[in-house]
């Protein structure tokens, strides 16, 4: 199970890695013109880096939280 703290850090590096390729590959479509293969390499670099937030959401979807509020189940013998 995943704590609290683990989920928000893990909500912040997705984020992160979406809107950070997003805009790589802005970056990268506006160079085509002046450097090709730069503007490519950004481009790949930058969706890459994107699709790699959207499959963490999908992994941040399967983690259990951790639920302090309710109480643990007693062994009883």
Do not use: C
């Not at 928000?8 to 160079?31: S, Y």
Request: a positive charge.
């Amino acid at each position: 199970m995943a704590s609290a703290r683990t989920l928000a850090r893990l909500d912040k590096l997705i984020w992160t890695l979406i809107f950070g390729g997003l805009l790589v590959l802005v970056l990268g479509i506006a160079t085509h013109d002046e450097a090709r293969i730069a503007g490519w390499s950004l481009s790949v670099l930058g969706g890459g880096v994107a699709a790699l937030g959207f499959v963490l959401i999908y992994v941040r979807s399967r983690l259990p939280q951790d639920d302090a509020s309710q109480p643990r189940p007693e062994n009883r013998a």
